[in-house]
């Protein structure tokens, strides 16, 4: 749990007592490269935190994957349609690689954010950061598609420039990028 703690004390440090509150919530769980976690049109009902590994998050528009963003080692993951609106995903999160991550209940979470300051504002610090990267630094103006391969391209070599990460993880194949 050591990436995992380590991220959460780098967005802002936690005293002992919520740490500890969170660990206990926490459940491990293993994931094969290419196992979907969140699907569209499922209520999940948990959020994993990432220890080792990395995930995908994409929705479908006109039948086609548009990937929205990427999570790794301390990242944590989780349909936001559920526990801010209640509803079942319209997301999928699929691993890039095998993932060793934790579980904790998204009531559990709730209840942590409910109750506790420190876990309300590293929520919101990562929200604004996951913001940060979709719309500032990618310009993605909604989820359709792209009306063109160069679109698509461009966009995809900005993200490599802001998350040098995904540059390492990610491969090219005859100028097409694949995960």
């Known amino acids: 749990m050591r990436n995992i703690l380590q991220a959460i004390n780098a967005l802002y440090p936690l005293s002992d007592t919520p740490g500890e509150r969170l660990t206990t919530h926490l459940r491990p769980v293993h994931f094969p490269k290419k196992h979907l976690p969140i699907e569209k049109d499922v209520y999940g009902k948990w959020a994993y935190f990432i220890e080792q590994g990395m995930t995908r998050s994409f929705r479908l528009g006109n039948g086609e994957e548009i990937t929205t963003s990427f ?30 991550a934790y579980k904790i209940a998204l009531t559990d979470q709730n209840r942590l954010f409910q109750t506790n300051i420190e876990r309300t504002n590293r929520g919101r610090i990562i929200h604004q950061n996951e913001y940060r990267h979709l719309y500032d630094g990618l310009h993605f103006t909604s989820f359709r598609p792209s009306p063109s391969a160069a679109i698509a391209l461009t966009r995809y070599d900005g993200f490599h420039r802001i998350v040098a990460p995904l540059t390492q993880r990610t491969s090219h194949t005859t100028g097409r990028r694949t995960v």
């Open 71 to 100: 999570s790794w080692e301390g990242g944590v993951v989780f349909s936001m349609d559920e526990p801010y609106h209640n509803k079942i995903s319209e997301d999928f999160v699929e691993t890039v690689e095998e993932v060793e």
